[in-house]
């Protein structure tokens, strides 16, 4: 492409991945199944901790379906796609923040039981496709943000997991609070992350596109 750098311009399309886009595919059927489980899971057994990972899976099938729906295109479009994902990411860790508030205002009580299996099933769920990710965590900000988002749901279902066991010893909710506080801060930390790289790299795009038009 005529006045491109070696390493290549903001506005080049990279070729599409198949074996990623198939990755993609995978991710995205086993997080939309894992939403609907777990939010019915945690609404019936009062769990922030459980609901908040659900939102999690929600948030991530949403984000594999944009990531989806931009490969292939200009960097500053996978830039795009990926500061809508770091601004819905921390809408999340919000949204979980004022649950955990919620809960431990009324002191609710989960069902440790039903956390333990059902945070069981979702770590394995998230495992697979951090598995399945990390070979393609490396790249833009896009790319970064999906990887980013399921290595911080591996990690909140490990504390859902130690959040059950602390139900169940205590016999109190705090626990629960406590792990859901903690994904509230994951997930809002991961959104400046990926927002401050898109960013960065919605600058270059912006600078290219101005002089093309000058």
Request: glycine share 10%; with cysteine; hydrophobic share 55%.
């Amino acid at each position: 492409m005529a006045g491109c750098c070696s390493s290549g311009c903001a506005t080049d399309k990279p070729p599409i991945d198949l074996t990623y886009r198939r990755v993609l595919w995978i991710a995205l059927g086993i997080n939309a199944s894992m939403f609907v489980l777990e939010l019915a899971a945690g609404a019936a057994a009062g769990s922030a901790s459980l609901q908040a990972d659900a939102m999690d899976f929600l948030g991530d099938a949403a984000n594999y379906v944009i990531s989806l729906l931009v490969l292939g295109m200009s960097l500053a479009w996978r830039a795009r796609a990926a500061l809508v994902k770091g601004m819905s990411l921390g809408v999340l860790g919000v949204w979980v923040a004022g649950q955990a508030a919620w809960n431990a205002v009324y002191q609710t009580i989960p069902q440790a039981e039903v956390m333990g299996v059902v945070g069981a099933l979702a770590l394995a769920a998230n495992l697979g496709c951090a598995l399945l990710l990390y070979y393609h965590r490396n790249g833009d900000a896009n790319r970064q943000s999906v990887w980013i988002c399921s290595r911080n749901d591996a990690i909140a279902n490990l504390a859902v997991l130690a959040a059950a066991a602390g139900v169940f010893g205590t016999g109190t909710g705090w626990p629960d609070v406590v792990v859901a506080a903690i994904m509230a801060v994951l997930a809002i930390s991961g959104a400046v992350q990926i927002i401050r790289q898109a960013l960065g790299e919605l600058r270059p795009a912006s600078a290219h596109m101005a002089a093309e038009t000058s």
